[in-house]
């Protein structure tokens, strides 16, 4: 048969060469990029045997290349299982392999063509394992020294927690930390409402660590500590010669100190009425007028308010700013008492009391089951902040290396004395003292839902509604859409 230069059998024959010649660039290109790769590689057949091996593997195994290729995979390598991945199908990533003394980590990937296993391919990540701990230890030694730096640089800008130091595994807590986290991300106002003692400060500090602000200022104001006279001028400052005793260069309010950053207002429930008016203002208008001003400035501050009291009854009683509340009550945080989280206690007395060897000297292994029973079943009025307390008065206290109840203050232990008599001691007693409880947490873990509740603790719904009754747990949680008695009822 006669090709014409131009026909279509020549145009035929042109593309396929090109298309061939294009074909042998890539795979030179990507045998190339396969033999000199750092890791390590290896392809066997269905078989088990070598189809080919790159410089690095073949190195590794002391061979040369040529000498690999052809042979069966189990001849040239120790512990290989490439020939039983070629059997299975199934593949196995980053398992450990041991060859010629060395540990490796290692992927062994099963190709398959129209559903049939046509390859196996071995990968080394790390020649020797020892490779991947001095990684992993350079990076601990990086990771610490950024979080020296850190903290460091914290101190200077006044926010020293973070939400690693909120110790706890409490449900309820782990909530609202979750959400805290979230919430620190963005520039909204936050308030953060809990009784004394339970965390609210650590939680401002963390909100500012985790946020963009933390490198710039964290500002704390205690509203309950500054007269009333003195509020404008701390938290707005003032222009020289504005007043008498004013100093000569006037004075920086805090919202200036903390611009760029975040200022926390704690006790906020306890502000001054005419001031509540000019804080609205600026949450308002970004904006602050030192007194003695003739115009105001621009702030940009985030704040973040705190408050042990419930500020719905001030705003009843008139003495709180509807207006200022709800500019406040963007993000609200409720931070449990430690009462509802008792199952934290030995992780929080942990903490704390390895805070405390460190702060006195005094060492300590822990607390003996005696006085983590009296702990137990005090109320803990004053949450974390009296835990501590607690704890640092039995250490100046004990005898032993553990602190034991007789180690621990009076008063608690007659208010845990006074909780067990009311309870009684019988044996009849303390099992109603039992069931009260694992009725409680039944509760608590199904969010008040007394159908589920029943369910989880494997008895009936009357016998649910009966115990709750029983303990003065009737009023605990929600009832069911329908079908309940309470609910029907009303």
């Not at 001849?75 to 299982?81: A, S």
């Not at 992993?136 to 800008?157: A, I, M, Q, V």
């Not at 199904?446 to 003065?472: E, F, M, P, Q």
Request: charged share 30%; glycine share 8%.
């Amino acid at each position: 048969m006669r090709v014409r230069r131009g026909g279509w059998v020549h145009r035929l024959i042109t593309s396929l060469v090109a298309r061939a010649d294009a074909c042998e660039k890539e795979r030179g290109m990507l045998e190339d990029a396969l033999g000199n790769a750092y890791e390590g590689l290896i392809i066997v057949d269905a078989e088990g045997r070598i189809l080919k091996v790159n410089k690095a593997y073949a190195e590794f195994l002391g061979k040369p290349v040529r000498a690999l290729v052809g042979r069966h995979v189990t001849e040239v390598v120790e512990n290989t299982r490439m020939h039983l991945v070629a059997r299975t199908g199934v593949p196995e990533i980053a398992h450990v392999q041991k060859i010629r003394g060395h540990e490796m980590i290692c992927n062994r990937i099963p190709i398959f063509e129209q559903g049939k296993l046509v390859a196996v391919v071995g990968t080394i990540q790390f020649q020797d394992i020892d490779d991947l701990f001095a990684m992993s230890g350079r990076f601990r030694n990086l990771k610490k020294e950024l979080d020296y730096y850190k903290t460091e640089l914290n101190k200077h800008l006044g926010a020293r927690y973070s939400f690693e130091q909120i110790v706890g595994q409490d449900e309820q807590l782990e909530r609202v930390k979750d959400l805290a986290r979230k919430v620190a991300r963005s520039d909204t106002t936050v308030l953060l409402v809990g009784e004394s003692g339970t965390g609210k400060e650590l939680f401002a500090h963390a909100i500012h660590v985790e946020s963009g602000r933390a490198l710039r200022p964290f500002l704390k104001v205690n509203c309950a500590a500054i007269p009333a006279e003195l509020f404008e001028s701390e938290l707005f400052g003032y222009k020289e010669g504005s007043f008498t005793g004013a100093r000569a260069r006037g004075k920086k309010g805090k919202f200036s100190l903390a611009d760029g950053g975040t200022l926390f207002l704690d006790e906020i429930s306890e502000l001054p009425l005419a001031m509540q008016a000019k804080l609205l203002r600026v949450l308002q208008e970004r904006e602050v007028e030192p007194v003695g001003a003739d115009q105001p400035e621009a702030i940009d501050v985030r704040i973040v308010a705190a408050t042990n009291r419930r500020l719905e009854p001030l705003l009843e009683q008139g003495t709180f700013r509807h207006d200022l509340y709800y500019r406040l009550n963007v993000m609200r945080l409720e931070i449990p008492p430690l009462r509802e989280r008792r199952d934290d206690l030995p992780l929080l007395t942990e903490q704390i009391l390895r805070q405390l060897e460190r702060e006195t000297g005094v060492p300590v292994e822990g607390l003996d089951d005696s006085a983590v029973a009296a702990l137990r079943s005090h109320p803990w009025p004053g949450n974390v902040r009296e835990l501590r307390n607690v704890l640092e008065q039995a250490l100046y206290v004990k005898s032993g290396s553990v602190v034991t109840r007789d180690d621990l203050p009076q008063s608690l232990l007659a208010g845990a004395a006074g909780a067990a008599a009311a309870e009684g001691t019988s044996l009849k007693a303390q099992l109603r003292l039992s069931e009260r409880e694992i009725l409680r947490r039944a509760l608590k873990e199904v969010h008040g839902d007394r159908l589920a509740a029943a369910a989880r603790l494997g008895i009936s719904r009357s016998s649910v509604y009966a115990k709750l009754g029983l303990h003065g747990l009737a009023g605990s949680g929600p009832d069911e859409k329908s079908g309940s008695p309470d609910s029907a009822s009303k």
